[in-house]
């Protein structure tokens, strides 16, 4: 995949992977950023058939935001009547913030979500008092309604939204389950090779 694109994976019931860079890469060198996510899943989904979503930068819609403050990709989610191409079990924005220096802008996330903000390049000043450089990562109220960013310095951030799930979450290495018995059985069926399946 190329920059900006996005690979959206769905584990479900078993996948294996691993991420690599190209062959150019190996040979050339240079700088190589990536930002892994993990998503729970509902205990109804969480055996679901594995699958990958490629998605394509020019496939992920772009928003340019009031004032030439400066652009929100809709990776997953919704924003400004425009719709992200990533699948989801449950709702969720996911979305690749880009503002310029001095920009200001304020985000409304739905009523209940969680909001989680991922500062990636550049400080940013969040409701005109906490500050964030990268790697930093602050979670808001989930009844603080609209908040407000202002990008200290050319900033890159995910702003990270979801509907909580009420559900207990058990993780042992790879394995995210809602009991422990059941991440025993995800590491018996893994050692068992039942562990998912090769298609056909």
């Not at 899943?41 to 992920?60: E, F, G, N, S, V």
């Not at 209940?112 to 500062?119: E, K, M």
Request: overall charge negative; aromatic content about 6%; charged content about 20%.
């Amino acid at each position: 995949i190329g920059p900006g694109d996005v690979q959206w994976m769905t584990a479900g019931a078993g996948l294996l992977h691993e991420e690599f860079h190209s062959e150019r890469f190996t040979r050339e060198g240079g700088t190589m950023e990536m930002m892994q996510l993990w998503v729970n899943l509902p205990a109804r989904h969480k055996m679901t058939q594995p699958r990958y979503q490629t998605l394509l930068d020019a496939d992920i819609p772009v928003v340019e935001l009031p004032g030439g403050a400066g652009r929100l990709r809709v990776i997953a989610g919704e924003h400004d009547g425009a719709r992200g191409p990533a699948q989801t079990f449950t709702p969720m924005n996911v979305w690749d913030l880009r503002l310029s220096a001095a920009a200001t802008v304020e985000l409304s996330p739905p009523e209940g979500h969680t909001v989680a903000l991922v500062a990636m390049h550049g400080r940013v000043t969040v409701n005109d008092g906490e500050r964030l450089a990268p790697p930093q990562m602050a979670v808001l109220s989930r009844d603080g309604g609209a908040f407000r960013l202002r990008a200290d310095e050319e900033l890159t951030m995910l702003v990270l939204t979801g509907e909580p799930i009420p559900e207990p979450v058990v993780g042992y290495g790879p394995f995210v389950m809602n009991t422990p018995a059941e991440i025993h059985q995800a590491i018996r069926d893994f050692q068992s090779g039942r562990f998912g399946r090769m298609p056909a």
